[in-house]
């Protein structure tokens, strides 16, 4: 489509009879127009109507005009075009009648040309190009009644890019057939080096000299395509060009049985031989590819069966071989590292021996073996600077030999021809990588030595045999030629051709008959492939013999070479078709399911952390999520609570679960309640009773009390209804308690059903009397009977109570219990058979306090006699009852004996709580058994 700023300006001149189209553009803010294109046709094209575009839209113009004389026009040449006249017209290359790119100089890119042209396929391009010449060359001619210059002679083949080769005569090996070079037969002799013409035609007798010919002279026409031609008596035998004769038949008994084959081509036979010292010959089977390696050969074969072929192997003389080429391999003397190796064969002028294609390799591996197929040769390069360089410096050429895996780098930067005799077939004879320092076997390779006579039969032979082309391989023309059929082809089933494999099958190796298909994960495109390409990562392949590789769906993914696609795991997801690989849910997410195209939020209510999961957590008590697609939970304000997988929080009463304990009161509060306790409980819960009942003791022995009345702090009333002022008392003990608190007493008791008594007693005063029987069941006393009382968190001498003895060492007389009955003419004895052995040093007793206590002293009385004075003692604890769990509270080591004043003796300066605790005796004065008066513990219950 034009727009409004371009124009087009025809001019016509009747006088010259010209037509002059120009083509332009007006820039913005000017007035003249400026030319980029000029093309002048010698003819007035009488143009009355103009088109423009291709006609399938509206055009909108902004007007035609005329112009009568040149000089109105106003322009501007652009570049490329320069001014004659009243045009603009094109700089050009000579010999050019306009160009297709203005300002071009290349004879290649005219519109037409001023005199000839050179068209395709004399030149290199496509259909349609040419180039502008003066003249035609010397070897092609003005063709009649056109500007086109063609070959005087050309050249049957054409070149690799499809161009025709022109030639004033035809070369010395060729016959021209009607201005035609075509090849002269190979049944011809190639006497072109001394300046004769081979041929003059395409038939034998046509050849100035002959391959074949018979005992008078004339030329034989060889074998059928598919043929090879064979000298001598069919009886007689050649010589392959891989070192083995060959004879018609077989040789019978003596074959290796771990290289025999089936199916195989003759070269991988020879290759198997070639591979072991001791194989001498082997049998081929061209039916169908069966090789038998023998360890001897024999004066006559057999011809039983005309598709068997017997091939002896022949070592060179002297371990050296020369090849055609001129280039002579040598068998090293010895064993020797890489470098001593190549400063030999330096010395005798050459370097290691390293085979530049498969023809060499397949010499050197021959040669190796023949000298010893049980030893690593080295190959003749070293790793240099990260490049392989043989012994004159030069880089590995495209040709490797390499075994599977190798080389495998590290350290090894030399290399070596695995020994023939090597289990894996894919290993033997190729290449491995290794360490210089190793001693193996050498073959130097010496360049422009003379080459050995050619076998081309003399004139003398009058009789050829025609042998079938051997599988793998194509002969054409019936000569002596058999050619492999390269890798990517297999020989055709008459061996005139080798046919390429089709597309979606290969062959790997030259000499193949059979192509093979692509495995499955594997494919190509085109025929004539001597591999497979893996499938691309997100594509697959499920059958052999692809020719395309099918995309993975969505939610599948594949990695190179894949025969199927792998769903994603749950947890994953993939999108699209076509997935290398699956991307991870992020948190918040999750896939639960394999093959998954998405993933989904976690609802309300739930979470996840983590990239990649397949479930979602609920949100635990107290916590909420209230959207979807949430990576965490938040907590629920104070004073509100919610159950697992909440979406919200609710208010939550602090006093529903009762916290307080013994009667007291809940006052639920924001995020938190208080307890309001009764008078005989304190704490945060009211957990802790403000006092701890110890027992019913005898109050007087009429002489004197156990402790003082704090009746005086209570007013004082008269009896009522046959009751004393304190027995009617409300409240009595809770009150009796207050006073005590106030006086700072650690005791307070109760006698006689209500009668306050209190006591800082620190020395166990309140117990001296012992036990009474006359308390009440109201925890008020009795008759000359206190229930004593000791107030929490304060210590006093805890009373003696034999029924706290849960174990001891046997004492079956004189038990603990008497050493905890307050009565100093008892005494402990453990006089058991075996802790009575002087020197035991483990008696102990155990005492369950019923609730745990808080201990922080401990008093000992001694029977006092050195015999069985306690002298050592250690006090343990234990949390838990049997089995007991028992940590040392305090040892002591300095208990005195004899009569000493007081008869008791107190210890203290530790802290234990604990409910179980153990008296255990560690040594006496004299090492035989203790005798222990009294025990006293010091302290307070805990709870």
Request: aromatic share 10%; hydrophobic share 25%; glycine share 10%.
């Amino acid at each position: 489509m034009l727009y409004q700023s371009y124009f087009v300006c025809v001019e016509e001149d009747l006088e010259q009879s010209t037509t002059t189209v120009q083509f332009g553009k007006t820039p913005d803010n000017e007035d003249s127009g400026h030319v980029w294109l000029d093309y002048q046709f010698h003819d007035v094209l009488s143009l009355h109507f103009y088109a423009f575009g291709s006609g399938e839209h509206a055009v909108k113009m902004m007007g035609v005009s005329q112009a009568f004389k040149p000089t109105d026009l106003n322009i501007v040449c652009r570049e490329g075009t320069v001014k004659e006249g009243d045009r603009c017209v094109q700089v050009c290359h000579a010999e050019c009648v306009g160009c297709r790119t203005t300002g071009s100089d290349s004879p290649r890119d005219c519109i037409t040309c001023l005199n000839l042209r050179v068209p395709y396929p004399y030149l290199a391009g496509s259909v349609g190009d040419f180039e502008c010449v003066s003249a035609c060359p010397v070897n092609m001619v003005q063709a009649s009644g056109l500007n086109d210059c063609q070959c005087i002679k050309r050249m049957e083949e054409p070149a690799d890019d499809g161009t025709v080769t022109c030639v004033t005569s035809c070369p010395l090996t060729h016959f021209d057939d009607s201005s035609v070079c075509k090849r002269c037969s190979s049944l011809c002799t190639d006497v072109s080096g001394d300046g004769q013409a081979v041929c003059t035609g395409p038939a034998a007798e046509q050849c100035t000299a002959c391959v074949y010919t018979a005992a008078d002279g004339s030329c034989l026409e060889g074998c059928s395509p598919g043929q090879k031609a064979v000298t001598g008596s069919t009886t007689g035998s050649t010589t392959t060009n891989d070192g083995y004769t060959v004879r018609v038949g077989d040789c019978p008994g003596n074959d290796i049985p771990d290289i025999i084959g089936d199916g195989i081509t003759l070269q991988t036979c020879a290759d198997r031989c070639s591979s072991r010292s001791d194989c001498v010959s082997f049998m081929f089977n061209y039916d169908n590819g069966r090789c038998y390696p023998k360890t001897q050969t024999c004066d006559e074969t057999t011809k039983d069966n005309p598709a068997l072929r017997f091939y002896d192997k022949n070592c060179p003389d002297g371990n050296s071989l020369v090849l055609a080429s001129g280039k002579m391999y040598s068998v090293g003397g010895d064993s020797r590292t890489y470098s001593d190796a190549q400063d030999e064969c330096r010395r005798q002028g050459g370097i290691v021996a390293i085979p530049r294609d498969d023809e060499e390799q397949r010499k050197l591996v021959f040669l190796k073996n023949c000298f010893n197929s049980a030893d690593q040769f080295w190959v003749g390069m070293k790793k240099t600077a990260g490049v392989w360089q043989d012994g004159g410096g030069t880089a590995l050429g495209s040709f490797t030999s390499w075994a599977p895996g190798e080389p495998n780098e590290g350290v090894k930067l030399c290399a070596h021809f695995v020994y023939g005799e090597h289990v894996d077939e894919e290993r033997r004879n190729n290449w491995a990588d290794a360490e210089c320092f190793l001693l193996y076997r050498y073959i130097c390779e010496k360049e422009s030595v003379t080459p050995p006579a050619d076998n081309t039969p003399s004139s003398e032979s009058d009789t050829i045999t025609c042998e079938a082309c051997q599988d793998g391989y194509k002969c054409v023309n019936g000569d002596e030629v058999e050619e492999i059929c390269p890798a990517g082809t297999i020989s055709r089933s008459d061996g005139t051709a080798c046919d390429p494999c089709a597309a979606g099958q290969f062959s790997g190796a030259a000499g193949s008959t059979t192509c093979q298909q692509c495995p499955a994960g594997q494919f190509n495109t085109q025929s004539g492939s001597s591999s497979c390409q893996p499938c691309p990562a997100g594509k697959y392949s499920s059958s052999a013999g692809s020719t395309e590789c099918q995309v993975c769906p969505a939610g599948r993914y594949s990695s190179s070479g894949s025969s199927s696609c792998t769903r994603c795991p749950a947890g994953r997801y993939s999108t699209s078709s076509g997935s290398s690989s699956c991307q991870s849910c992020q948190a918040g997410e999750y896939s639960s399911s394999s093959g998954s195209t998405s993933c989904q939020s976690c609802p309300a209510g739930q979470y996840n952390t983590r990239e990649g999961s397949t479930s979602c957590q609920s949100c635990p008590a107290g916590q909420y999520s209230s959207s979807s697609g949430s990576t965490g939970c938040m907590v629920c304000q104070a004073g509100s609570t919610s159950s697992v997988g909440a979406t919200s929080c609710t208010d939550v009463n602090e006093c529903q679960s009762n916290p307080c304990q013994n009667g007291g009161t809940c006052e639920n509060m924001v995020d938190r309640y208080s307890c309001t306790c009764s008078g005989y409980f304190e704490g945060e819960h009211c957990e802790t009773a403000v006092y701890s009942h110890l027992g019913c003791f005898t109050q007087s022995d009429g002489t004197a009390n156990v402790m003082g009345s704090m009746e005086g702090h209570f007013p004082y009333g008269p009896p009522s209804n046959g009751l004393l002022y304190y027995q009617y008392r409300e409240h009595a003990i809770l009150k009796c308690y207050t006073f005590a608190e106030e006086a700072g007493y650690n005791l307070f008791a109760l006698e006689d059903g209500g009668m306050c008594r209190g006591a800082n007693d620190q020395i166990g005063t309140y117990r001296v009397l012992g036990f009474s029987q006359n308390c009440g069941n109201d925890g008020k006393g009795g008759d000359n009977a206190i229930d004593a009382y000791l107030i929490t968190g304060k210590a006093t001498w805890l009373p003696r109570r034999g029924s706290w003895i849960v174990d001891e060492t046997y004492s079956p007389d004189y038990g603990a219990e008497r050493a905890l009955d307050g009565t100093f003419g008892t005494y402990w004895n453990p006089a058991g058979s075996a802790t009575a052995q002087r020197y035991a040093n483990n008696w102990f007793f155990t005492v369950d306090l019923t609730v745990p206590h808080t201990l922080t002293g401990i008093r000992i009385t001694n029977y006092r006699d050195t015999t069985h004075d306690v002298k050592a003692f250690k006090l343990q604890k234990s949390q838990v009852g049997s089995p007991f769990n028992w940590e040392d509270v305090t040892t002591i080591t300095n208990v005195q004996p004899g009569p000493v004043l007081p008869y008791h003796q107190d210890f203290s300066g530790f802290q234990g709580t604990a409910r179980f605790w153990k008296f255990l005796v560690t040594q006496t004065h004299s090492g035989w058994q203790p005798w222990a008066r009294e025990v006293d513990f010091y302290g307070f219950p805990s709870v």
